[in-house]
């Protein structure tokens, strides 16, 4: 029994050595789990800081892109009514018709246009317009070619031609369908 007796500390040395390290095994895999868990919020922690400064710099470069298109809209802001717009389209075509001796010999307004059109932001509105113009062939295609260089905003959808004899040169009446349009910018925007 004696035997027995000696072995009993070394058994319960043994077997608090073993409570011990199971208990130490059982902290380090909390521990190293809580770690884990740890680096990964502070990756995900730091992703969302990266992809915030990325957000910011973009937001940055929208404002200057969107300043710059502004800065370049100025000069077409000045119409900021159909009735300015059709105005500043009225003296460019005397102009080119001066220039290429074309006479213009109607601008109408249409009701609706016959061409399908794109959806154009809010801001910028439109009327659909006839222009009808009679002059030499070649004259009449640079006039048209032209027509959207005076400082207004206008799309040309489709040019008819009607021929007017055969003499040289050729004298055609041309129906140029279009939209004229105008910005309605906010004061400070145009700044």
Same mark, same amino acid.
């Given at each position: 029994?004696?035997?027995?007796? %000696?072995?009993?500390?070394?058994? #319960?040395?043994?077997?608090?050595?073993?409570?011990?390290?199971?208990?130490?095994?059982?902290?380090?895999?909390?521990?190293?789990?809580?770690?884990?868990?740890?680096? #990964?919020?502070?990756?995900?922690?730091?992703?969302?800081?990266?992809?915030?400064? %990325?957000?910011?710099?973009?937001?940055?470069?929208?404002?200057?892109?969107?300043?710059?298109?502004?800065?370049?809209?100025?000069?077409?802001?000045?119409?900021?009514?159909?009735?300015?717009?059709?105005?500043?389209?009225?003296? %460019?075509?005397?102009?080119?018709?001066?220039? &290429?001796?074309?006479?213009?010999?109607?601008?109408?307004?249409?009701?609706?246009?016959?061409?399908?059109?794109?959806?154009?932001?809010?801001?910028?509105?439109?009327?659909? #317009?006839?222009?009808?113009?009679?002059?030499?062939?070649?004259?009449?295609?640079?006039?048209?070619?032209?027509?959207?260089?005076?400082?207004?905003?206008?799309?040309?959808?489709?040019?008819?031609?009607?021929?007017?004899?055969?003499?040289?040169?050729?004298?055609?009446?041309?129906?140029?369908?279009?939209?004229?349009? &105008?910005? *309605?910018?906010?004061? *400070?925007?145009?700044?």
């Amino acid at each position: 029994m004696s035997q027995h007796n %000696h072995n009993l500390p070394k058994l #319960i040395s043994l077997a608090l050595a073993i409570v011990t390290f199971a208990g130490s095994a059982a902290l380090m895999v909390r521990y190293q789990n809580a770690v884990g868990r740890s680096e #990964i919020a502070s990756g995900l922690a730091y992703a969302a800081i990266q992809t915030e400064r %990325h957000a910011s710099s973009d937001a940055s470069k929208l404002r200057r892109t969107e300043r710059a298109a502004l800065a370049s809209l100025r000069g077409y802001a000045t119409a900021s009514t159909i009735a300015d717009a059709s105005a500043a389209l009225l003296e %460019h075509l005397e102009r080119l018709g001066k220039a &290429y001796n074309v006479s213009i010999s109607g601008v109408d307004a249409s009701a609706a246009g016959a061409v399908a059109r794109a959806a154009v932001p809010d801001r910028l509105k439109g009327q659909d #317009i006839v222009l009808r113009l009679r002059g030499a062939f070649r004259n009449v295609l640079l006039v048209e070619r032209r027509l959207s260089t005076g400082g207004t905003l206008l799309r040309v959808d489709a040019i008819d031609f009607e021929g007017a004899g055969t003499r040289h040169p050729i004298v055609v009446a041309s129906t140029v369908h279009a939209r004229l349009y &105008y910005l *309605e910018l906010r004061k *400070e925007a145009v700044r």
